[in-house]
């Protein structure tokens, strides 16, 4: 037993949220208990951030014609990416990609403004601010599924329209719109592979020794 | 109780690790225990990743030779980011920023090769890929929390000259170096706070409502 090591359930927890967290895109329409939202957000802003840097953002979209926007500038660039995606652009249409109307909360969450003035950790890695937002973001997931609720991470949106459309400044950067809600059930795999778009690689050919290694 | 929730340990769990998470500089030299570290590989590996694409590597550190020569990279990153912090140069050298020579495994994470195929999620958004491995290092940050270790993210790093120093190709890129370990304590609070480098801002000042505010 390592020191500072949970409880048996608690490490449980832990790795059952890591297993079972799944990118979802199906969702009951009913509402998230506002308790449970601000302890998810609360979780969101324990992440890691680069120099202590906190670049999260959350906008929390109540109101419906907003929603109904953002799902249209989705459905928009879901269009664009069927047709870049060549052959497979049929395949690509039958899947569902988002559940924005349906879900039962909807965030908004972007990288801050003003984030050149910090450069602890990020004079040659400034990405560093979009790898704590994800940080924060995951944190949510894992917590959600915990608490019995699905989210879905859906990056098929010009950022740079979802911005004029949130009034968001040109510095700062949306990167995620987060669909949050109840659930019917919990896909057993990932979603892309249960509807046979891909398949998993595994983790072997992942890992490597002292250099990369061409697999 | 919401239907698919977790039992009250495991959502404590969950929680306790999302809290008591700390980016960590201080490590005892013992070793890790090879199924621990298999265990929280395959946690990485059950990370969300944007249309299946699963971007993460990871390069584990064996050779004491590299490790000294990655430290050494580090350690100029950290003499040239602090020349570029001006008046809080001398503050940040007093900083430990890192535990790289102290830790008991090291990893270098990547992103992969040949991304351009991925489309679906990034077409808009190729950034995706690094928020995917983001979320793969926040789930080993939070198992190995659970399980009594401790983790640093190091991005202090020529991001071209770590490349050459491993091999890894042109298309890849490393973005973190996870110092893992024993450690004696977890920071009570984020080392940055206790060290008096920078203050928390309160979450309140992080959430809007259907449309960026100016705080």
Same mark, same amino acid.
């Given at each position: 037993?390592?020191?500072?090591?949970?409880?048996?359930?608690?490490?449980?927890?832990?790795?059952?949220? !890591?297993?079972? /967290? $799944?990118? *979802?895109?199906?969702?009951?329409?009913?509402? @998230?208990?506002? =308790? &449970?939202?601000?302890?998810? #957000?609360?979780?969101?802003?324990?992440?890691?951030?680069?120099?202590?840097?906190?670049?999260?953002?959350?906008?929390?979209?109540?109101?419906?014609?907003?929603?109904?926007?953002?799902?249209?500038?989705?459905?928009?660039?879901?269009?664009?990416?069927?047709?870049?995606?060549?052959?497979?652009?049929?395949?690509?249409?039958?899947?569902?990609?988002?559940?924005?109307?349906?879900?039962?909360?909807?965030?908004?969450?972007?990288?801050?403004?003003?984030?050149?003035?910090? !450069?602890?950790? /990020? $004079?040659? *890695?400034?990405?560093?601010?979009?790898?704590? @937002?994800?940080? =924060? &973001?995951?944190?949510?997931? #894992?917590?959600?599924?915990?608490?019995?609720?699905?989210?879905?991470?859906?990056?098929?949106?010009?950022?740079?329209?979802?911005?004029?459309?949130?009034?968001?400044?040109?510095?700062?950067?949306?990167?995620?719109?987060?669909?949050?809600?109840?659930?019917?059930?919990?896909?057993?795999?990932?979603?892309?592979?249960?509807?046979?778009?891909?398949?998993?690689?595994?983790?072997?050919?992942?890992?490597?020794?002292?250099?990369?290694?061409?697999?």
């Amino acid at each position: 037993m390592i020191k500072h090591a949970f409880s048996d359930n608690e490490i449980q927890g832990v790795y059952r949220a !890591i297993a079972e /967290r $799944r990118d *979802m895109r199906h969702f009951t329409p009913d509402p @998230v208990d506002q =308790a &449970i939202l601000s302890k998810l #957000l609360s979780a969101a802003h324990q992440a890691p951030s680069v120099g202590l840097m906190q670049p999260w953002r959350f906008i929390r979209i109540t109101q419906s014609d907003i929603r109904k926007a953002i799902h249209d500038l989705v459905n928009e660039e879901r269009l664009m990416t069927a047709k870049a995606l060549g052959e497979r652009e049929d395949e690509f249409m039958r899947l569902k990609v988002e559940g924005i109307m349906q879900c039962g909360e909807l965030l908004v969450a972007t990288l801050c403004d003003q984030r050149e003035q910090y !450069i602890f950790g /990020r $004079r040659t *890695m400034p990405e560093m601010d979009l790898a704590s @937002v994800s940080c =924060a &973001i995951q944190n949510i997931w #894992l917590a959600a599924r915990a608490e019995g609720l699905g989210m879905g991470w859906v990056s098929l949106f010009d950022p740079d329209r979802l911005k004029k459309l949130l009034s968001i400044p040109q510095d700062a950067k949306p990167i995620a719109i987060l669909c949050l809600g109840h659930v019917e059930k919990f896909y057993s795999q990932p979603m892309l592979i249960e509807q046979g778009w891909g398949e998993e690689k595994p983790l072997s050919s992942m890992i490597m020794e002292n250099a990369w290694q061409t697999s």
